[in-house]
């Protein structure tokens, strides 16, 4: 990305998670998460995307918006900021503290964009999730997902904008992406345009304001050859 878009997503960015931090204020132990991307990631409007549930856990417990996202983002010191990291996607080369060869979530990413990218694919992809505050420990309860929900439709909508994927993959099942991708298609619920079964599950591809949409389900226990051929397949059709 260049500075000039990184600075266009802080402004973008730094206002709706003042909102997120005030809407789920009364909710304890949770953390913010900002979407991250690869070092050679272009937004040219034909990169791809992909998107989580929430974080398990993330690097800063703090609620104060200048530690979360500080006016000092080209520095990229590491302290206990959220948006534009030094590590940015880095960490995905390193096994402690966390190994992502141990997750199935990481490993089917992997391995659908590598043909294209090669050993250093995670320099070329973005990585978001739906809800932006999640607790310490878990996906966000109920409560907390329609708490944030509204600004994080939101927040979605800006990193399409400046991100720019041609491709968005959801890993997440269709229960936690169809509010956004209703709130992306002005409120009325997506007509798909195509779909592809994987071992007992189903990738379901929507077009929304000339973006393609796959939606598909957390990959965690489930056979990932075959998600990863479906997602494959679908991508390289569009």
Not at 196 to 215: H, M, P, T
Not at 229 to 238: G, P
């Amino acid at each position: 990305m260049k500075l000039s878009e990184i600075k266009k997503l802080y402004n973008a960015l730094k206002p709706l998670y003042a909102q997120l931090i005030k809407d789920t204020a009364k909710y304890k132990n949770t953390v913010a998460f900002c979407a991250q991307w690869g070092k050679e990631y272009s937004c040219n409007g034909d990169g791809i995307m992909f998107c989580g549930r929430a974080t398990n856990g993330w690097i800063a417990k703090s609620k104060k918006l200048d530690i979360l996202m500080p006016d000092d983002f080209e520095n990229l010191s590491q302290r206990k900021r959220i948006f534009n990291r030094s590590d940015q996607m880095e960490w995905l080369t390193q096994t402690e503290p966390y190994n992502p060869n141990r997750s199935a979530f990481w490993r089917v990413i992997r391995k659908t964009v590598t043909p294209k990218y090669g050993d250093d694919w995670y320099k070329h992809i973005v990585w978001s999730n739906l809800c932006k505050m999640s607790f310490d420990e878990g996906n966000p309860s109920d409560g907390l997902y329609y708490a944030e929900l509204d600004v994080c439709c939101k927040i979605l909508e800006v990193e399409l904008e400046i991100f720019n994927p041609k491709h968005i993959v959801l890993l997440t099942g269709y229960a936690w992406a169809i509010d956004f991708l209703t709130y992306l298609n002005k409120d009325v619920e997506p007509t798909p345009i195509a779909s592809k079964i994987w071992d007992a599950y189903k990738v379901i591809v929507y077009q929304i304001n000339g973006r393609y949409f796959y939606l598909s389900e957390h990959p965690q226990g489930k056979d990932e050859a075959s998600h990863v051929k479906a997602l494959q397949t679908l991508i390289k059709r569009y």
